[in-house]
């Protein structure tokens, strides 16, 4: 077992947990990161990583794992601790801060907490398809690592989200045929992209198989030959294919955080939105798995929420200290 002393304990190294560092690190603040993948970049990096994002500013595009990594640099002059592979396992008050115990044995204490656990453990909703897990891996699909797998490849996406749509965006000039199964005409995508998706199809890039849904597959020894999908009134079509993609969303669990005593919405944490402090003092939910009125799942609004969070905080590490606020333009970074 081995002990360690921060100023802030960040659970969750996904973007929005990467930024956290940046912020706090700013503020003279150290900090020690948990997550419980191997690398840094939570979904990011493990689900979607040539994945083009489009709404980070300065960036009218940049794949999931370069944000990442520009991420990851931006924290390192503060020198950032990473316990990675583990997660919280217990959280308990101690004095005036917490003390925090992962699945390995680490023991953390620290004047505050920034919970940036995105949804918590994750994994992908399968499609109820019979004989599916024979195909996973090899020719099923709920993720894209490297989009060159599919470079002359026959592909099916099943699904109505983002990922759908983004994923039909990328893999239109590199698949031999794509198609885009849906159960109805309208998707719940950035409504820009699916103008985009639509005027590929117009183009004759993608074929929209709409209003369908995944019937079942045919193949042999996990090698895909086609898709099968049909409409509610018993409407069939057979699409020949070597990959399906089904996106149908994750299936998320909030695991030890909702045994900590915070409140709790929707397997969400609740938070005041002008401080991301929880119910419990010291304690912080950012990104994803924070909770308040009108809230906006975006990654910039995250790195909003971890600003707002670390000067919060901040006051919980130096207590009675006054603190004059200088922009990072004129205070510059640790060389």
Known sequence: MTHHQTDIAIIGAGPVGLFAIFECGMLKMTCHVIDALDEVGGQCAALYPEKPIYDIPGYPSIDAIDLIHRLE???????????????????????????????????????AVIIAAGCGAFGPNRPPLEGI???????VHYLVKRKEDFRGKRVVIAGGGDSAVDWALSLADVAEALYVVHRRPKFRAAPESVSRMEALAAE????????????????????????????????EQV????????????????????????????????????????????IY????????????????????????????????VYPGEAYHFEYSTSKGVPA
């Open 73 to 111: 640099a931006q924290a390192a002059p503060f020198e950032p601790v990473y316990h990675l592979g583990q997660r919280v396992e217990k959280l308990e008050r101690m004095g005036d801060g917490w003390r925090l115990t992962t699945s390995k044995g680490t023991v953390i204490d620290a004047k």
């Open 133 to 139: 897990e024979a195909y996973e891996g090899t020719s």
């Open 204 to 235: 004759g890039k993608i074929q929209m198989v709409i209003p369908y849904q995944l019937s079942k597959l045919s193949g042999q020894d996990g090698v895909l030959h086609a898709v099968h999908v049909e409409t509610l009134d018993g409407q």
């Open 239 to 282: 699409l020949p294919a070597d990959h399906l993609l089904a996106f149908f969303g994750l299936a998320m669990e909030l695991g030890p955080i909702a045994e900590w005593g915070l409140n709790l919405h929707m397997n969400h944490i609740e938070v005041s939105p002008s401080t991301l402090a929880t119910s419990a003092p010291g």
């Open 285 to 316: 939910a950012i990104g994803d798995i924070a909770t308040y009125e009108k809230k906006l799942k975006l990654i910039l609004c995250g790195f909003s929420e971890a600003a707002m969070a670390a000067h919060d905080a901040r006051n919980l």
